[in-house]
C-alpha cells in the first residue's frame, strides 16, 4: 500500500531486517497504514502532544503518530532485531522517535514522563496487556501521569475491561477501570488485518482518567475484588470469609448473600473503605 510518510512499506523493512514473527514476544503486525492512523485518531489530535508507546515492532503504529504529528514519540520495545527499522523511523523524523530498548513490565513510565502530560497508544503484546493496563491504573496518586489510554486488546478482554454488574464480563478489571477511569470500546479489528493473523478478534479501547474516582485505598479494592471473583459463583459471605465476611458485608450495607458480579463499583468501594 502507498506510504503515508514517503518511508518504504513495511512488508518491505520486515523482510530486509528479517523480522519474522515471534508468539513469545506477541508479535502481530499490523501492516495497514490506514488502519494505523484510524487506532491512532482514537487518541484525539496528536500535534504537539508527546505520546508512549509499547511494543512498536516495525513500525506501523508508530509511524501513523509520528504521521499525525505527535511532537515526540518515546517507545519502549524488547526485540532488538526491530531497532534497525526503528532508526530508519527516527532519522527520517529527526528528533521526534526515541526508542528505548527493554522490557515494558520493568519501564518506569512516569519517571519518563518527568511531569509533561503524555498519551499512551499501543498495540500490546497479548501476553503483557493487561499487566501493564493494571499498572497505570494503580499508581497511588491520582491523577495519574498520563492523560489518555489508546490500546489495542483482544476482544474479551476490552469487554472485560468496559463491563459494569450484572454483565458477564464483569470482574476485577471491569472493577478496577470502572473506578478510575472512562473506558470504552472504540472499533474492532479482525484478525486478517495481522501478520501473522492472531486467533481472536481484537479491539482498540479508549480510557480516559476520572477527576474524581470515589475516595479508596487501592490495595484494599485490590483485595476486595480478587477475594470476590476468585469466587464468582458463590455468595460474598463465603468469598470474602477470608477478609471479614458477613461481619464486613454488614458494615458496608450490603447483603451478604449477593454474588460478586452483581455489587456496582461504588458498593465495591464501600467494602474496601471498611476493610
Ligand atoms: N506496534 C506493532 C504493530 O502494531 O504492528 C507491533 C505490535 S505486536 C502486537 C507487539 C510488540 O510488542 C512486538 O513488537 C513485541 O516485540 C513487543 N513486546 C513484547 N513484549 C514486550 C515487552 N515486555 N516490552 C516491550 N515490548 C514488548
Redesign the pocket.
Request: hydrophobic share 40%; charged share 15%.
Given at each position: 500500500m502507498a506510504a503515508l510518510d514517503g518511508l518504504p512499506p513495511?512488508r518491505d523493512v520486515i523482510q530486509r531486517y528479517g523480522l519474522d514473527?515471534?508468539k513469545a514476544?506477541?508479535?502481530?503486525?499490523?501492516?495497514d497504514l490506514n488502519l494505523?492512523q484510524k487506532?491512532a485518531r482514537q487518541a484525539g489530535p496528536l500535534e504537539g502532544v508527546t505520546v508512549f508507546?509499547?511494543?512498536?515492532?516495525?513500525?506501523?503504529?508508530?509511524r501513523a503518530i509520528l504521521a499525525l504529528g505527535a511532537k515526540k514519540v518515546i517507545a519502549?520495545?524488547?526485540?532488538s532485531r526491530?531497532l534497525p527499522a526503528l532508526a530508519e523511523i527516527a532519522d527520517h523524523y529527526p528528533g521526534r522517535l526515541e526508542v528505548i530498548e527493554?522490557?515494558?513490565?520493568?519501564?518506569d513510565f512516569a519517571t519518563l514522563a518527568a511531569g509533561e502530560p503524555v498519551r499512551i497508544i499501543?498495540?500490546?503484546?497479548?501476553?503483557?496487556g493487561t499487566q501493564?493496563l493494571v499498572n497505570w491504573l494503580l499508581p497511588p496518586q491520582w491523577p495519574p501521569f498520563w492523560q489518555s489510554l489508546t490500546l489495542?486488546f483482544q476482544k474479551e478482554v476490552g469487554q472485560r475491561i468496559v463491563a459494569r454488574e450484572d454483565d458477564d464480563h464483569y470482574g476485577r478489571l471491569g472493577v478496577l477501570c470502572g473506578w478510575r477511569t472512562e473506558a470504552h470500546m472504540t472499533f474492532d479489528i479482525s484478525p486478517q488485518a495481522?501478520?501473522p493473523p492472531p486467533k481472536v478478534t481484537s479491539t482498540v479501547v479508549h480510557l480516559t482518567p476520572k477527576a474524581n474516582p470515589i475516595p479508596c485505598p487501592v490495595a484494599k479494592l485490590e483485595k476486595v475484588t480478587e477475594a470476590a471473583f476468585g469466587q464468582r459463583r458463590k455468595m460474598l459471605r463465603q468469598s470474602l470469609k477470608s477478609i471479614g465476611g458477613e461481619a464486613l458485608l454488614v458494615k458496608a450495607d450490603i447483603d451478604p448473600t449477593r454474588r460478586a458480579e452483581t455489587l456496582s463499583i461504588e458498593e465495591f468501594c464501600r467494602l474496601a473503605n471498611f476493610l
Open positions: 513495511l514473527a515471534r514476544l506477541g508479535q502481530n503486525f499490523l501492516l494505523t487506532v508507546e509499547v511494543g512498536p515492532g516495525p513500525g506501523g503504529l508508530t519502549v520495545e524488547r526485540d526491530c527493554g522490557d515494558a513490565l520493568k519501564t499501543a498495540n500490546l503484546p497479548y501476553n503483557v501493564l489495542m495481522f501478520t
